[in-house]
């Protein structure tokens, strides 16, 4: 199929509370991660690659940072040739309120699709890591003169009462539960089960239909997970499509990233020798907007006043001034002073580590100035009277926090 | 039992006469608008049971007046009355739970009045 016959519209309004302080500032798809990108980049660049050129981005809840980044960032189009990722704030078009799901929002939007008439419409979340080719998906979609597609992620049996889980038959969908107690396995494997990952394609008139018919309900949470996809399922013609991985790991790659604990891992992986995650992968590049730093720097190799940076990324603009780092990531623009330490930790961009502070297991958002002589992760029962504190014990200091 | 009650928006005094009259002939009580905005406010003001909705309505149109009564009241069943079925490819119609193309023979839009209010 002719890609501008497909519409992309990527559903970033998420609050995201489960990533707080993380997203006091930022919706959730505008959370940094691993150094340089945001989250949104995974799906923009996802899509780009796919060659998918008409793409929409929903958005609602503290959107300056998101917006910002995709218009610094991803203004890479040629609307002459009909491409373009356009911003869609909600609009209250319709009637006075504001998204009330992720069905509403492609509701509210629904002039979109009438002046665009796509063939299909790829709907994407804004706020998940991996790497996927969406052509191989409308092939499958097509192939299967399916009427609703949706890309399902293998978990364990044991794991699959946190999603929506579905059930198939030759790969069409009969039943699909919301965090089940007793998850159905999957027929070709019983250790495991199979889940929504939010990625669907869907046919514009079955679309429109849905999620006009959803509007009228007053029962409804308007979500697409919880309303439309459980009334489609039976009298519908819905599929389920195997995600097949761009990153090419023996391990299948899909983070959608609830919490701060996961978040904190998903990191931490990316400075393994062999990481989980591939990001050097010229095959299917992940791009994102950087502002121009000169490379990261270390300075001061004396016996004591010695900086040493092992295991961690580093991005551009940083200065390791005679500290040390190790098993962290660095975003642009960081100072780490001497006889500082940073491990296992992730900081954001703007951030000044004094000297003599040890910082461990902490993630430091932007902007923060951390005064000399100051310990965090060490003594989490002293760390919680001032931070937020995570269940596996990382501390996280909200942006801008000030001493 | 009480009579259902039916809001009639129609911007054409004539038609709008001829469709109350004929309606009301049928034991519905009519209460008419002859615009958007003024339908829309007696939609949140008033109890009613169904929506006959004209589509070419100077000002706030009936497509723009549907997606306001919805946001309303969102399960409100809405009958659209219009001359032109161009419409239809405007998707906000496809709410309603009728589209009919107007005719000098009231009888479709009546049995479709009842369908819907007897289904209720």
């Not at chain 1, 799901?101 to 665009?116: H, R, Y």
């Not at chain 2, 829309?40 to 049971?49: F, G, P, S």
Request: proline share 5%; with cysteine.
């Amino acid at each position: 199929m002719n890609p501008r016959d497909i519409t992309t519209f990527i559903l970033a309004g998420g609050k995201g509370e489960r990533l707080h302080p993380l997203t006091k500032d930022r919706t959730k798809p505008a959370v940094p991660f691993g150094g340089i990108y945001r989250m949104i980049d995974f799906p923009l660049s996802n899509a780009i690659n796919s060659g998918l050129r008409k793409i929409y981005i929903f958005t609602q809840y503290k959107s300056l940072s998101l917006h910002r980044h995709i218009r610094e960032g991803w203004n890479i189009f040629s609307r002459e040739l009909g491409e373009f990722i356009d911003l869609v704030p909600a609009q209250k078009r319709i009637g006075e309120d504001w998204y009330q799901g992720t069905a509403d929002s492609v509701f509210q939007n629904i002039n979109i699709l009438e002046d665009e008439k796509p063939k299909l419409i790829l709907l994407l979340s804004g706020d998940q890591v991996y790497k996927m080719d969406y052509r191989r998906m409308i092939d499958f979609h097509l192939a299967n003169k399916s009427d609703f597609t949706i890309s399902v992620f293998e978990v364990p049996l044991s794991e699959a009462h946190r999603f929506g889980v579905l059930r198939v038959e030759n790969d069409r969908v009969v039943e699909f539960r919301e965090k089940p107690s007793e998850p159905s396995p999957d027929p070709r494997n019983p250790e495991v089960c199979l889940i929504s990952m939010g990625i669907y394609v869907a046919n514009l008139d079955i679309l429109i239909k849905k999620v006009v018919e959803d509007a009228k309900k007053t029962n409804s949470s308007h979500d697409f997970g919880k309303d439309i996809i459980p009334s489609m399922i039976g009298s519908g013609n819905v599929f389920a499509f195997r995600f097949i991985d761009e990153n090419k790991k023996e391990t299948k790659y899909w983070h959608d990233i609830g919490t701060i604990d996961a978040y904190w891992e998903a990191n931490m992986d990316l400075v393994n020798v062999d990481p989980l995650l591939n990001l050097y992968d010229r095959e299917w590049p992940i791009r994102t907007f950087q502002e121009q730093y000169p490379p990261a720097k270390t300075v001061f190799s004396g016996e004591e006043r010695k900086a040493s940076v092992t295991d961690s990324m580093i991005s551009g603009g940083c200065i390791i001034s005679g500290g040390r780092v190790s098993h962290s990531v660095l975003s642009t623009n960081v100072r780490v002073n001497s006889y500082a330490e940073i491990t296992d930790s992730i900081v954001f961009e703007n951030v000044n580590i004094g000297r003599h502070s040890k910082i461990n297991k902490a993630i430091i958002d932007k902007k923060v100035t951390v005064p000399s002589n100051t310990e965090i992760g060490y003594n989490l029962e002293a760390d919680r009277k001032r931070f937020y504190v995570s269940d596996k014990g990382i501390v996280v200091i909200p942006k801008n926090y000030k001493w | 039992m009480s009579k259902k009650k039916i809001l009639l928006v129609e911007d054409e005094e004539n038609e709008s006469l001829l469709y109350k009259e004929e309606l009301e002939k049928e034991g519905f009580e009519v209460i008419s608008s002859s615009n958007g905005a003024d339908a829309v406010e007696k939609i949140a003001n008033e109890e009613c049971d169904l929506v006959i909705l004209d589509l070419q309505m100077p000002q706030m149109d009936g497509i723009e007046t549907l997606g306001k009564i919805l946001t309303k009241k969102r399960d409100m069943p809405i009958i659209i009355y219009t001359a032109y079925p161009q419409y239809k490819n405007q998707f906000l119609t496809w709410a309603a739970d009728a589209y009919l193309t107007k005719s000098s023979d009231l009888g479709p839009l009546k049995r479709k009045v009842k369908t819907i209010l007897g289904e209720k």
